[in-house]
């Protein structure tokens, strides 16, 4: 599996990650390299095998659908970059 | 005064208990001996001695009055990955900056409720991904031990900790906290327990509760405990386990006392040992000592079984697209909005391309990059589907042996204790020192690191005992075996006490 320069520069936007020029030749050589790495999982037949979810096969606990918590606007705001009367200071989002 | 740093955590209990030393003594001895060898070390990157030094007092009081908790007075160092109230946490990540959680985790909140003292923070790889401590943005974490050249004399290269548990094994190595928490995704406290000649026990999943840690990867992270001896560990465990309705995937089962289950013996126990695990290029030294693991285990009564994992190979090609993949999820939170980094961009998507560039270190984005590949629109199935399967697989191949055998006996590490540089130029290279650890995250069992000889150089070695779901007690009780048998392996020489 080769990994190319569009591939890198594709997956870096979607995980909203800027890459350098010179970051993107080295990501094109690690990627692929442990892309084809993992790629030997082709060797095994897994047509009649479930995905694993548990350890140990447990019911979900339900609980009463009610509020726990709350009240902690301070709490909550207190460790943004910008916050003002307990809203969240961001860069524009619409245009 | 004997250096009360060097006791283990069960015979500081027992000296609180005779009033031998108050608990602020034992705290004051460990924050100077942080004092000293911190810089050197590396191990803590943020010691808080004024909230130590408060918590002993309060448990001077409580000794005295006669209504000592479990651990009451005993000082731990707190890997950085557990949220901690009102005290910076940054899970060794610039991304987090200086975030002050308003909560605290439930592992560190069962401790301190047990009347532990919080010594501080410990080092690890950035967000737990990394085998050496060399990933974190404090630097790295230098191990206490080092290696000996031919003539016998200690060379001054420093050596890895191990990782992702850097900090923690080795602040419990050089006696500057008496055990450490810590976690592992795919060897996190196991491997850095080996190369540190301590004991790491990654509990079955589900046996700790992961609210309030730093998560990443959320199907394989667990929290368990960094300790001198097996006895430690047990102690260590009893109060970290805890079923939590914070956590669903945190299991409501009692947690048993895993001290009385220590000197008991494995009289009859049915030892497995696994063919796949001798693998091509397993030094000579880990295959003698895996060997005498076996007849220490054979001469304490117990037998030996040839088992077959046949799906072991492919744990951690499929570890490198679950962790990753479970990663780039997980760490999509750190947008540079609500808390940690920001770094203002021309628009809210440059905002947010230039907060995580820069907060994230190089193998964090590469993870993270690899996982937003596997789960990117039509490879799904091809990937992350795919590695789900062969973890059933490699369950499987384990519910199979537990027909044939109690325990499993491999090595924890393929190799020694490496120096800084050795293994960062390939990620892959780094990536294989997980391999005897890896399954056992994937098939979601409990593992246990025993320290159990010194290489040629005189770096320790250790090995890893694999149990059943929710069988910590016939780990613990095995381990036993083999400290005593093995003996302990102390650092020969506290180089950074000197000039």
Request: hydrophobic share 40%.
């Given at each position: 599996m080769q990994v190319d320069e569009?591939?890198?520069?594709?997956?870096?936007?979607?995980?909203?990650?800027?890459?350098?020029?010179?970051?993107?030749?080295?990501?094109?050589?690690?990627?692929?390299?442990i892309l084809d790495w993992v790629k030997q999982l082709d060797e095994v037949d897994t047509s009649a095998v479930e995905p694993m979810t548990r350890v140990v096969a447990q019911k979900l606990k339900m609980r009463d659908d009610v509020?726990?918590?709350?009240?902690?606007?301070?709490?909550?705001?207190?460790?943004?970059?910008?916050?003002?009367d307990h809203y969240f200071v961001v860069p524009k989002v619409v245009e | 005064m004997t250096d009360l740093t060097k006791l283990t955590m069960a015979e500081a209990r027992d000296g609180l208990k005779k009033k031998s030393f108050s608990a602020l003594e034992l705290t004051d001895a460990f924050l100077a001996a942080i004092e000293v060898a911190n810089p050197a070390l590396n191990a803590y990157v943020l010691p808080t001695p004024d909230h130590a030094r408060a918590q002993a007092k309060e448990s001077d009081k409580r000794l005295a009055a006669g209504n000592a908790r479990p651990l009451e007075g005993l000082p731990i160092g707190n890997k950085d990955l557990f949220c901690t109230k009102d005290i910076r946490t940054t899970a060794c990540s610039?991304?987090?900056?200086?975030?002050?959680?308003?909560?605290?985790?439930?592992?560190?909140?069962?401790?301190?409720?047990?009347?532990?003292?919080?010594?501080?923070?410990?080092?690890?790889?950035?967000?737990?991904?990394?085998?050496?401590?060399?990933?974190?943005?404090?630097?790295?974490?230098?191990?206490?031990?080092?290696?000996?050249?031919?003539?016998g004399k200690y060379t001054s290269v420093k050596l890895v900790p191990g990782g992702s548990s850097g900090g923690s094994s080795a602040a419990v190595a050089a006696d500057l906290c008496l055990a450490a928490t810590a976690t592992d995704t795919g060897g996190s406290i196991r491997q850095p327990a080996a190369l540190t000649g301590t004991v790491g026990m990654k509990p079955t999943?589900?046996?700790?509760?992961?609210?309030?840690?730093?998560?990443?990867?959320?199907?394989?992270?667990?929290?368990?405990?960094?300790?001198?001896?097996?006895?430690?560990?047990?102690?260590?465990?009893?109060?970290?386990?805890?079923?939590?309705?914070?956590?669903?995937?945190?299991?409501?089962a009692p947690v048993p006392d895993y001290e009385a289950v220590l000197g008991k013996g494995i009289k009859g126990l049915r030892v497995?040992?696994?063919?796949?695990?001798?693998?091509?290029?397993?030094?000579?030294e880990i295959q003698k000592l895996w060997d005498e693991g076996i007849a220490w285990l054979k001469a304490a009564g117990a037998t030996i079984h040839d088992i077959s994992l046949p799906h072991t190979k492919y744990a951690l090609p499929a570890y490198y697209i679950v962790a990753p993949a479970e990663c780039s999820s997980n760490l999509a939170r750190y947008d540079g909005?609500?808390?940690?980094?920001?770094?203002?961009?021309?628009?809210?998507?440059?905002?947010?391309?230039?907060?995580?560039?820069?907060?994230?270190?190089?193998?964090?984005?590469?993870?993270?990059?690899?996982?937003?590949?596997?789960l990117s629109a039509g490879y799904y199935d091809a990937?992350?589907?795919?590695a789900q399967k062969v973890r059933t697989l490699i369950k499987n191949d384990f519910d199979e042996a537990w027909n044939k055998v109690d325990v499993v006996l491999t090595p924890t590490t393929p190799s020694p204790a490496f120096a800084f540089g050795e293994k960062t130029g390939d990620p892959l290279a780094m990536y294989l020192e997980d391999?005897?650890?890896?399954?056992?995250?994937?098939?979601?069992?409990?593992?246990?690191?025993?320290?159990?000889?010194?290489?040629?150089?005189?770096?320790?070695?250790?090995?890893?005992?694999?149990?059943?779901?929710?069988?910590?007690?016939?780990?613990?009780?095995?381990?036993?075996?083999?400290?005593?048998?093995?003996?302990?392996?102390?650092?020969?020489?506290k180089w950074w006490t000197k000039g």
């Open positions: 569009a591939t890198v520069r594709r997956i870096a936007r979607l995980a909203r990650i800027e890459v350098s020029d010179a970051e993107a030749k080295g990501l094109e050589k690690e990627l692929s390299g509020v726990t918590d709350g009240n902690i606007a301070d709490a909550i705001t207190a460790n943004a970059p910008l916050a003002e | 610039n991304i987090l900056g200086h975030f002050k959680p308003p909560y605290e985790s439930t592992v560190g909140q069962n401790l301190w409720d047990a009347g532990a003292i919080m010594l501080g923070k410990l080092n690890n790889d950035e967000f737990a991904m990394g085998s050496s401590n060399e990933t974190s943005a404090f630097g790295n974490v230098v191990s206490p031990w080092r290696r000996k050249a031919g003539d999943y589900g046996r700790c509760s992961r609210w309030g840690i730093v998560a990443f990867a959320s199907s394989l992270d667990q929290a368990g405990p960094i300790a001198k001896t097996v006895r430690d560990a047990a102690m260590m465990l009893k109060t970290m386990a805890s079923h939590d309705p914070k956590d669903t995937t945190s299991v409501d497995g040992v696994p063919k796949e695990y001798r693998v091509d290029g397993m030094s000579k909005m609500r808390y940690g980094l920001r770094v203002n961009g021309n628009n809210l998507i440059d905002t947010y391309e230039k907060t995580r560039a820069a907060g994230f270190g190089k193998e964090v984005r590469r993870r993270i990059l690899i996982g937003t590949y596997v990937y992350y589907l795919k391999i005897f650890t890896v399954t056992v995250n994937m098939a979601g069992l409990p593992g246990v690191s025993v320290p159990a000889g010194l290489s040629p150089e005189g770096t320790p070695l250790g090995l890893q005992l694999i149990g059943k779901p929710f069988d910590e007690e016939t780990l613990f009780r095995t381990a036993q075996v083999i400290e005593d048998a093995a003996g302990r392996f102390a650092v020969p020489a």
